[in-house]
């Protein structure tokens, strides 16, 4: 090869000629064929394309439980805005041994890529909130596939990996044709079965105690809890990140451990 650069983790020859290259910093699969000591054709062999068909028991649903009757709960964080909240949740997580999704923005992607490729590198799943946060109701359904396309290629390029084909609609706002065109994109949105609202800030009523209370209120098998890594734009609070774990603690308490969304991924 001498001093010829491949980009891809690794490269074999076939027959003598073609070299598969592996993946490239695109994301595709590269198959390269070199004549004499010439590379004479770079042809990508595969390239990403969408995810996986979504099986027929999700399909029309904005899913907001895990499909189970054990003592679970699932936490999922929307990144959006800021990364104020993201360090202490992570440490969080980590030092209790607790799964979690995250899903991102592809602007927090762009904004945030570090923070995005710690999110992802630290083994939580990250999952695709569109690329701008726009009300699906209110947009075209182009320009729905548009913010997942873009948000899909904004978290790749920050985290060198695909998200998994888990989607949230921003505002949790969506209609059944809105779902209906992201499971044809090959993705299961997923809602929540309780919104912490520490998004809302002290400036929005809330503490740190509310938002703990709000979760352990609403308990229950295949929970999925909503909850947020910036911090309220008004006052600067980071309420989810406070209460988390106290959220862990208590739903261990009684009972629960946690779980990821993997059972909702085609």
Known sequence: MGGLYVDGPGAAFA???????????????????ITGAAWT??????????????????????????????????????????????????????????PAT?????????????????LAGSGFRIG???DTHPDFTKISDATAKAQVATARTAIFNANGAQAVPLFRFPYGAYTASDVT?????GYVPVGWSVDSLGWQGTSGGQTADKVIARVLAAKTPGMIVLMHVGANPDDGTTLDADALPAIITGLRAAGYSFTTLDALIP
């Open 15 to 33: 027959g003598g000629k073609t070299v598969s290259v592996g993946r490239g910093r695109d994301g595709a699969f590269w198959s390269r064929t």
């Open 41 to 98: 054709t770079d042809v990508k062999a595969w390239v990403p394309g969408p995810p996986p068909g979504v099986p027929s028991a999700l399909r029309g649903k904005n899913v907001t439980k895990v499909p189970t009757t054990s003592k679970v709960a699932a936490l999922t964080f929307d990144s959006a805005w800021d990364a104020s909240g993201v360090s202490s949740i992570r440490a969080a997580l980590q030092r209790e041994n607790v």
């Open 102 to 118: 995250f899903f991102l923005v592809g602007d927090f992607a762009r904004g945030f890529p570090v923070y995005s490729n710690l």
């Open 128 to 130: 695709n909130h569109s």
């Open 181 to 185: 065109l992201l499971n044809g994109l």
